[in-house]
């Protein structure tokens, strides 16, 4: 049985792939699909991300087949193989990757025998064959990552000081820049090397030689299972997974340590470094004191930065949590015994009340009728109609985020916390 929803957070499978392709250097996506595809993809995606999107191709510069009738009725191989060579002529890219819409996946055009036609002739086009209705943007961010260990990733020599970063969704995250950076920063210190893949203008060599790191680290809850098992198997790197994104020093200090234990660090450098990052925050927050006003607080957001946001007010800075509310749709029992027992497990607060709601009509609604008094919401653009209906004080800290400009902001790790507690009292 069909269901509407009201302003679902995100687009199709297409867009989150279309997302995650954009924000690696001198990739090209190539949709094959109906001709509003590319703009209503990196509209549902990049398009509610901080007013910010891929700097390479995006939107309706992305080459397209515009399937119409005709190729609905005979099939659309042949102009998808003229829109792939005119690529290829036009576009520089190191890779060229071939996308199917939901008109491609119906009629089931073979795109994979069209891609092999280039890469025989030594052209970096590779097929991900998942059209549109197959599920929601972070499907798309899981659908890139298995095509890249299947068919583009490399066997390499393995570097012990090597990690890669997974499960911070470019775009479908605001503040994915900023949090990349932040984490890496971190890691550095360690005498780490990082491949984020989004920043630095890491590419497709990156993705090729990632095979070569010590350990796969993924900061999500409950994004990332499969790859992470494919990716074991095939080369070999190990995973840990810390459930939710670390914001502040607590939870910073917890995910420096997990690291530093997987990867056997030297102790007295680790200690060194959380001491340094701990004396930086605390000093900043030192000055603040007399300042502090007591919160109760509601989270509505995406499971990873719900639990960050929520374990930082409640842990580091003493506020209670309410209400915390997952806006994007989880299914595996595991995942969300994980999610609440991160967002309930914690030091100085009563847990909160956890729910798992996607519509925002019923997210509105269950804010509406919170029986408990909330005089802070943390949450989407979605979330400011009803901030102002109940007089709430708002902070806009989740997707989508049509409001504000971010470049690399984020609330994540030891600075990103202080950017956060400067929101939230600059928004009194």
């Not at 991300?49 to 191709?57: A, I, L, Q, R």
């Not at 939870?251 to 701990?278: Q, Y």
């Amino acid at each position: 049985m069909s269901e509407i929803m009201e302003n679902p957070k995100g687009g199709c499978v297409l867009a989150g792939i279309n997302s995650v392709l954009g924000a690696i250097d001198k990739v090209c996506p190539i949709l094959h699909s109906g001709p509003g595809c590319c703009m209503q993809t990196t509209a549902a995606d990049q398009g509610q991300s901080g007013h910010k999107s891929s700097c390479f191709v995006s939107s309706v510069s992305i080459p397209s087949s515009n399937m119409l009738e005709k190729e609905v009725v005979f099939g659309g191989v042949n102009k998808l193989r003229t829109t792939i060579q005119g690529s290829v002529d036009i576009i520089d890219a190191d890779a060229y990757f071939v996308l199917t819409g939901c008109t491609a996946g119906i009629i089931g055009d073979d795109i994979v025998s069209v891609t092999n036609e280039f890469a025989q002739k030594g052209i970096p086009v590779y097929p991900i064959d998942t059209p549109g209705f197959a599920g929601d943007s972070n499907l798309g961010y899981e659908t890139v990552w298995n095509t890249f260990i299947d068919q583009v990733i490399e066997e390499a020599p393995k570097d012990e000081k090597l990690v890669n970063i997974f499960g911070i969704i470019p775009y479908h995250d605001p503040f994915w820049s900023g949090t990349l950076e932040e984490i890496d920063r971190i890691l550095s210190r360690l005498g780490l090397k990082v491949n984020t893949f989004f920043t630095k203008g890491q590419g497709i060599e990156d993705i090729k030689k990632s095979s070569a790191a010590a350990l796969n680290i993924i900061i999500n809850p409950w994004l990332f299972k499969g790859p992470a098992k494919k990716f074991e198997q095939k080369f070999g790197v190990k995973s840990i997974r810390f459930p939710g994104l670390p914001v502040g020093a607590t939870d910073t200090t917890r995910f420096v340590r997990e690291v530093a234990n997987a990867l056997n660090l030297d102790s007295k450098l680790v200690d060194a470094v959380i001491a340094d990052e701990e004396r930086y925050v605390y000093n900043y927050l030192a000055q603040a004191i007399g300042v502090v006003s007591w919160k109760r607080f509601a989270v509505v957001a995406d499971a990873n930065n719900a639990v960050g946001f929520t374990r930082y007010l409640a842990n580091d800075y003493s506020f209670s949590p309410v209400l915390v509310i997952i806006s994007e749709p989880i299914f595996r029992k595991e995942d969300k015994e994980r999610i609440i027992n991160e967002i309930q497990n914690l030091e100085y607060a009563k847990p909160p009340k956890v729910l798992f709601i996607t519509d925002q009509y019923e997210i509105n609604k269950a804010i509406r009728e919170e029986e408990e008094e909330i005089t802070l919401l943390v949450g989407s653009s979605n979330e400011r109609e009803i901030a102002l209906e109940k007089d709430i004080q708002f902070i806009l800290g989740a997707f989508p985020m049509s409001e504000r400009l971010i470049f690399n902001r984020t609330y994540a790790g030891y600075r990103g916390s202080l950017t956060f507690t400067e929101d939230i009292y600059d928004n009194n």
